[in-house]
Nanobody, 121 residues
Framework: QVQLVESGGGLVQPGGSLRLSCAASGSIFSIGNMGWYRQAPGQERELVAS???????NYAESVKGRFTISRDNAKNTVYLQMNSLTPEDTAVYYC???????????????WGQGTQVTVSS
């Protein structure tokens, strides 16, 4: 069994910062790309940022220059540093990872339970 556990969400004022963490645990052989998605009320889930196993990041245009994604492969953990937050960043943030559970197993997508980020004064 594999679990992704997120932490770090909360309430922050506009212009503030938050750091999200997501740790993968369980029966894991290897992890490929990891990423963060978000879903605001009434909207579809969208990609915020992703990062390859080698550390190459990719960002949505709306967060470029404000958010930074990183990962610690030794800890099976991905982070999202969010700066200069605006009310438009308010959403539930979900962690995603492509995980292989054994050498001969396929790569499957796993999701965290989500963490609420609210930007409000």
């Amino acid at each position: 069994q594999v679990q992704l556990v997120e932490s770090g969400g909360g309430l922050v004022q506009p212009g503030g910062s938050l750091r999200l963490s997501c740790a993968a645990s369980g029966s894991i052989f290897s992890i490929g790309n990891m990423g963060w998605y978000r879903q605001a009320p009434g909207q579809e889930r969208e990609l915020v940022a992703s990062i390859t196993i080698g550390g190459s990041p990719n960002y949505a245009e709306s967060v470029k220059g404000r958010f930074t994604i990183s990962r610690d492969n030794a800890k099976n953990t991905v982070y999202l540093q969010m700066n200069s937050l605006t009310p438009e960043d308010t959403a539930v943030y979900y962690c995603n990872a492509g995980i292989r559970r054994a050498f001969f197993a396929g790569l499957y997508d796993y999701w965290g339970q989500g963490t609420q980020v609210t930007v409000s004064s």
